[in-house]
């Protein structure tokens, strides 16, 4: 299974991104269970931005709430983040990532991470 990020780039800031995640694999894939963005700033660690559940539940970090929006095509195995009102603190390398996905219904499932794509916000 690979992940391809893409949407990352250079904005000023109170600008918007909107990054998309795909998730592909040898075969069909039959389910994701959640899949998520992460972000890691230079110098810092990995944190969780926001997650979306298969049945569309989502979940945000604190400080991107009521500014970033995550949705998910399940049929296209593809997440989008809208990003708005960008601020420097958001620079980062954005990660995806698709936890317990399962190529039929009664295989395991294996969680697994794309290659980043970079967000630089400034003026």
């Known amino acids: 299974v690979q992940l391809q990020a893409s949407g990352g780039g250079l904005v000023q800031p109170g600008g918007s991104l909107r990054l998309s995640c795909a998730a592909s694999?040898?075969?069909?894939?039959?389910?994701?269970?959640?899949m998520a963005w992460y972000r890691q700033a230079p110098g810092k660690q990995r944190e969780l931005v926001a997650s979306i559940t298969s049945g569309g539940s989502t979940n945000y970090a604190a400080d991107v709430k009521g500014r970033f929006t995550l949705s998910r095509d399940n049929a296209k195995n593809t997440m989008y983040l809208q990003m708005n009102s960008l601020k420097h603190e958001d620079t980062a390398v954005y990660y995806c990532?698709?936890?317990?996905?399962?190529?039929?219904?009664?295989?395991?499932?294996?969680?697994?991470w794309g290659q980043g794509t970079q967000v630089t916000v400034s003026s």
């Open positions: 990532k698709a936890e317990r996905v399962r190529m039929t219904m009664l295989s395991h499932g294996y969680d697994y």
């Open positions: 694999g040898g075969g069909s894939i039959f389910s994701i269970n959640v």
